[in-house]
């Protein structure tokens, strides 16, 4: 197997495509959603950007950023939302690189902190993320784990 490559939409436009029906796939969001938030950032008309690791030609993992990811707390932002490792592929730090890798990438541009929401515990923590607060989801009855990374 080949190893994996960490990039952001920005070294492989080429991707964008592929990488909207990717994230589509496994979330449900509509592609036309991504491809229009990865157009903005394709178009640098936005800093909030999206990141994949490659094996060979395929996507195994990836995670964008976003203003905000469906909660009511919109003066945090931007968010990493999407988060995301094929089930084959885990357990081998796939999700902490694309992680680490986004924080860098932001900070370099001054961009910092960053939010997150999900109903993991302990694991956003080893990658340097602190619980911040509960918010709301978008149509979600209950309140959901907001992160944030400084």
């Given at each position: 197997m080949s190893e994996y490559i960490y990039l952001s939409l920005r070294e492989k436009p080429e991707l964008k495509d592929a990488a909207a029906e990717w994230f589509?796939?496994?979330w449900g969001v509509?592609?036309?959603a991504y491809l229009e938030c990865m157009t903005d950032y394709l178009e640098n008309n936005t800093e909030?950007?999206?990141?994949?690791?490659?094996q060979g030609d395929q996507i195994v993992g990836g995670l964008?950023?976003?203003d905000n990811d469906f909660h009511d707390r919109k003066d945090l932002s931007p968010n990493v939302c999407a988060v995301y490792t094929e089930e084959a592929h885990r357990k081998k730090g796939i999700a902490g690189k694309l992680l680490d890798f986004v924080v860098s990438d932001m900070k370099e541009?001054?961009?910092?902190?960053?939010?997150?929401?999900t109903d993991h515990t302990g694991f956003y923590e080893r990658y340097g993320w602190e619980f911040f607060c509960m918010a709301q989801g978008d149509d979600e009855p209950e309140m959901t784990r907001?992160?944030?990374h400084r």
């Open positions: 589509h796939n496994k509509p592609k036309e909030n950007g999206w990141y994949l690791c490659m964008g950023v976003i541009k001054g961009i910092s902190p960053l939010y997150l929401v907001l992160y944030i």
